[in-house]
């Protein structure tokens, strides 16, 4: 493995590997041990043109448990304001020594263009791509997943909202389907994407049709900021039929878990005792990120020589 750019790109002993890895690394996630010198000398550029908070600071304090060297550039006070291009951007990073580039950008494929391009020698991780992919919260959610359900071979996984915007969606089907999951995608008609047929699974309009076999059931959240108002419906009615409240997770299997990758809109795709309840895993999601960005860095750069990827 290169780069990760793609969950869709990740064969199930490589995806195993990863998650496999991440378990050994939880401990050291988690901070009762302080650090691993596996990274030291090692440089990673958090490369961010859009807002995080989760994915940027997860994969900060996944660098820094493998005592790698981290800079973290943000485009807002950055020369992009200026209209500096990707591409030099990359240079001017590359120009002060990068190992692996994490790259959250707003247009879909940026990543791919820099890992194909000599703007950079070092792995590219996609960090999230504008509405394409963001393989790291797939593997994140697989690891929880797993934790809770055992092997997710046969699982189903119940993932709701707006699909149409959602990067982790596409993520999480490819690398479930992967990993031997089935993946209903539940969604009112608008908020699915064109081709979305050729996916690795079902589609439903119905979010109470879909609850009782569910082992686990991913609530995404509505990104009113790339929507035209036209196509959503309002937030009440869209809350009434697709959103997860108390009523809902109770028709749940007892041992389904309910996930967001974040950040929510609670009292939109879920209530706030949602989120907030014993069935819910969001937080543990997060813990689980630094662990699993920690397996996709060391996987990426752990044991190479300088100047290449393992
Ligand atoms: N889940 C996720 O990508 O969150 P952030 O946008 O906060 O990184």
């Given at each position: 493995m290169?780069h990760l750019?793609?969950?869709?790109?990740?064969?199930?002993?490589?995806?195993?590997?990863i998650?496999?890895t991440a378990?050994?690394l939880?401990?050291?996630?988690?901070?009762?041990?302080?650090?691993?010198?596996?990274?030291?000398?090692?440089?990673?550029?958090?490369?961010?043109?859009?807002?995080?908070?989760?994915?940027?600071?997860?994969f900060?304090?996944a660098?820094?448990?493998?005592?790698?060297?981290?800079?973290?550039?943000?485009?807002?006070?950055?020369?992009?304001?200026?209209?500096?291009?990707?591409?030099?951007?990359?240079?001017?990073?590359?120009?002060?020594?990068?190992?692996a580039?994490v790259?959250?950008?707003?247009?879909?494929?940026?990543?791919?263009?820099?890992?194909?391009?000599?703007?950079?020698?070092?792995a590219?991780v996609n960090a999230?791509?504008?509405?394409?992919?963001?393989p790291t919260?797939?593997l994140l959610?697989?690891?929880?997943?797993?934790?809770?359900?055992?092997?997710?071979?046969?699982?189903?996984?119940?993932?709701?909202?707006?699909?149409?915007?959602?990067?982790?969606?596409?993520?999480?089907?490819?690398?479930?389907?992967?990993?031997?999951?089935?993946?209903?995608?539940?969604?009112?008609?608008?908020?699915?994407?064109?081709?979305?047929?050729?996916?690795?699974?079902?589609?439903?309009?119905?979010?109470?049709?879909?609850?009782?076999?569910?082992?686990?059931?991913?609530?995404?959240?509505?990104?009113?900021?790339?929507?035209?108002?036209?196509?959503?419906?309002?937030?009440?009615?869209?809350?009434?039929?697709?959103?997860?409240?108390?009523?809902?997770?109770?028709?749940?299997?007892?041992?389904?878990?309910?996930?967001?990758?974040?950040?929510?809109?609670?009292?939109?795709?879920?209530?706030?005792?949602?989120?907030?309840?014993?069935?819910?895993?969001?937080?543990?999601?997060?813990?689980?990120g630094?662990a699993v960005r920690m397996a996709v860095l060391y996987l990426l750069l752990g044991?190479?020589?300088?100047?290449?990827?393992?």
């Amino acid at each position: 493995m290169k780069h990760l750019l793609s969950a869709g790109d990740l064969s199930r002993d490589e995806a195993t590997l990863i998650l496999d890895t991440a378990e050994q690394l939880l401990s050291v996630a988690q901070r009762p041990i302080k650090k691993l010198p596996t990274l030291r000398g090692r440089t990673i550029v958090n490369l961010f043109f859009e807002d995080s908070t989760r994915t940027r600071i997860s994969f900060e304090a996944a660098a820094k448990r493998l005592s790698a060297d981290v800079i973290n550039f943000s485009a807002k006070g950055s020369s992009v304001s200026k209209g500096e291009s990707l591409k030099d951007t990359a240079l001017t990073l590359q120009a002060m020594g990068a190992d692996a580039v994490v790259i959250r950008h707003h247009a879909s494929g940026a990543p791919h263009r820099l890992a194909t391009s000599a703007w950079t020698k070092g792995a590219v991780v996609n960090a999230g791509d504008g509405t394409h992919e963001h393989p790291t919260q797939a593997l994140l959610d697989a690891f929880t997943m797993r934790s809770h359900l055992g092997d997710l071979e046969g699982k189903n996984v119940t993932i709701v909202g707006d699909v149409l915007h959602s990067r982790v969606a596409r993520s999480n089907a490819l690398l479930l389907d992967t990993l031997g999951a089935n993946v209903t995608l539940v969604a009112p008609p608008t908020l699915l994407p064109v081709g979305v047929e050729t996916w690795p699974v079902e589609t439903s309009y119905n979010l109470d049709a879909s609850l009782e076999k569910a082992d686990a059931v991913m609530m995404l959240r509505v990104q009113r900021e790339r929507m035209n108002a036209s196509y959503f419906p309002s937030a009440r009615e869209y809350s009434r039929r697709y959103g997860l409240d108390v009523a809902r997770m109770n028709r749940l299997p007892d041992h389904a878990i309910v996930m967001h990758p974040g950040p929510m809109n609670r009292g939109m795709e879920i209530g706030a005792d949602v989120a907030d309840s014993d069935r819910s895993v969001i937080v543990e999601q997060v813990t689980n990120g630094v662990a699993v960005r920690m397996a996709v860095l060391y996987l990426l750069l752990g044991g190479a020589t300088e100047g290449e990827n393992a």
